[in-house]
């Protein structure tokens, strides 16, 4: 069954620093999306990517965040400046992208930013 | 107001029996979808089930049951026969057709199954 990945799956940074969390979505599907989900707390949204280009994002994605699909299967997040507030769980998800409230998203396993 | 509203950090439930997670929605879009996610230890999300508004018919998919109250906006996840394996967080989410792709997630019911 067709699945989404993404690596790494545990990252540590230092604060300021740049990284890029990258994810493969499932190959037909048309609409890509990045959550996070900070520890004990719930998953929240904050872009969503069709077509080469961001079609919706949260408050939370700020000038310090960008996405990227870079070539026919990666889809790509880049926090700029790491904050110590962005250790979070980061997931990525997928979906067919129909335009219909059917369209479920299928999630990655996740990648663990720490930023120390 | 919070588009989704779990009011049960913790569940415990007997293996073999049933359990009932809840979840309460709002919404004044007449379109929408709510879906049930599985978080594991390992901390992936597992799609469960869908139901959407004009459904009719509650979904199953399983051992998953969804007990959708339009009327009162709920949508609770019923687990039959629980296994061990299916102690994790459960997280309930919601698209509205009219406000764009976002899903909007609960803070999640944390189940554990007893042997």
């Known amino acids: 069954e067709p699945e989404v990945t993404q690596t790494p799956s545990h990252q540590v940074t230092q604060m300021g620093q740049e990284v890029i969390l990258r994810c493969v979505p499932i190959s037909n599907h048309l609409y890509f999306y990045w959550y996070r989900q900070i520890l004990g707390q719930k998953v929240e949204f904050l872009v969503s990517?069709?077509?080469?280009?961001?079609?919706?994002k949260s408050e939370i994605f700020d000038d310090q965040f960008s996405v990227e699909r870079p070539d026919g299967s990666n889809f790509t997040l880049k926090i700029r400046s790491t904050k110590l507030e962005d250790s979070a769980m980061y997931f990525c998800?997928?979906?067919?992208?129909?335009?219909?409230?059917?369209?479920?998203?299928?999630f990655g396993p996740g990648t663990r930013l720490t930023v120390l | 107001a919070q588009k989704i509203t779990q009011t049960q950090p913790g569940m415990f439930v007997q293996e073999k029996e049933a359990v009932t997670l809840d979840c309460t929605y709002d919404?004044?879009?007449?379109?929408?979808?709510l879906f049930w996610y599985k978080q594991p230890s390992s901390g992936e999300m597992i799609f469960l089930i869908y139901q959407g508004s004009y459904d009719q018919q509650n979904a199953t998919e399983g051992r998953y049951s969804l007990n959708f109250q339009k009327a009162r906006k709920s949508a609770n996840l019923v687990i039959s026969a629980s296994q061990l394996g299916d102690s994790a967080m459960y997280f309930c989410a919601m698209r509205e057709l009219n406000t764009g792709n976002q899903f909007y997630f609960g803070t999640g019911t944390s189940l554990t199954v007893i042997p």
């Open positions: 998800a997928s979906s067919a992208g129909q335009g219909t409230i059917t369209d479920t998203q299928y």
């Open positions: 990517f069709y077509n080469n280009e961001i079609s919706e």
């Open positions: 919404t004044s879009d007449p379109s929408y979808g």
